[in-house]
């Protein structure tokens, strides 16, 4: 495979007419991650690779070393998502710049922190995106919104694979596009949904403005991988 080389307006450069498909690695065969990464390389928009503290999250998952590695094996985009206490985002987001991820999202409920770490995030000429837990308010993520180019909505509890969409996500996701429209951003930022991605909630997902989706098991499990990306680019684009 080959090495990627890193460029600004990474987000900017995706395609706007059709849903976005992020891979969560998380969701990869961990101990063929190599193999499993070259058969998802065509189909892959973005990489999502999860980063948990253990505090934040209930359990602890990846590590700069990994996104470095991963760098090395892909010409596609990595995004970093980092759920991690405010008192270490800053430098996290450091670490994994400096590994290559080329977008990373901090968590709205950083607060302050959260905000630095997102400057930082740009002067070291990495994208930066802000992310909400499913019980934090929408608003939360409004001071964000004129810095970042990527919103993600969490659809089920933080930190743990395999959940069911909460009935919550679709308002969520349409008072976030709301909020993006009147603080004039609409058109630069990309608006994600993070859980609960199934072959039932993905329409309902983008019908509610999602335009981009993490799979997990939907595209690692499906053995029809190509199939299961046709399908996805194929549905409508939000009215
Ligand atoms: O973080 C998450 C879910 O919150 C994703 O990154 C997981 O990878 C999703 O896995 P599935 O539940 O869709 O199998």
């Given at each position: ?35 499993d990464l070259h ?26 070393d990994f996104v ?88 089920t509890s933080i ?81």
């Amino acid at each position: 495979m080959t090495s990627k080389s890193l460029s600004g307006g990474t987000i900017a450069a995706l395609p706007r007419h059709r849903l976005l498909g992020e891979f969560s690695l998380w969701s990869a065969d961990l101990a063929n991650m190599e193999r499993d990464l070259h058969r998802i390389e065509p189909y892959v928009d973005l990489h999502h690779i999860d980063v948990a503290d253990a505090r934040f999250t209930p359990g602890f998952l990846f590590f700069p070393d990994f996104v470095a590695r991963i760098a090395k094996l892909t010409a596609k985009p990595i995004h970093v998502h980092l759920m991690v206490e405010a008192e270490i985002v800053e430098e996290q987001t450091r670490q994994f710049i400096e590994a290559g991820a080329d977008l990373v999202s901090v968590h709205a409920e950083n607060g302050e922190a959260g905000l630095r770490a997102v400057a930082l995030a740009k002067e070291l000429g990495a994208e930066a995106g802000v992310v909400l837990r499913l019980e934090t308010p929408v608003a939360k993520a409004e001071p964000f919104l004129t810095e970042v180019a990527f919103f993600t909505l969490l659809g089920t509890s933080i930190g743990v694979k395999g959940q069911s969409l909460s009935d919550k996500a679709c308002d969520r996701l349409r008072e976030a596009r709301s909020l993006m429209k009147r603080a004039g951003r609409e058109k630069d930022i990309v608006l994600a949904a993070d859980g609960g991605i199934r072959e039932q909630t993905v329409p309902l997902l983008r019908a509610a403005g999602a335009e981009t989706v993490v799979l997990g098991s939907l595209a690692f499990g499906d053995m029809d991988l190509p199939g299961r990306i046709a399908w996805l680019h194929a549905l409508e684009i939000r009215p």
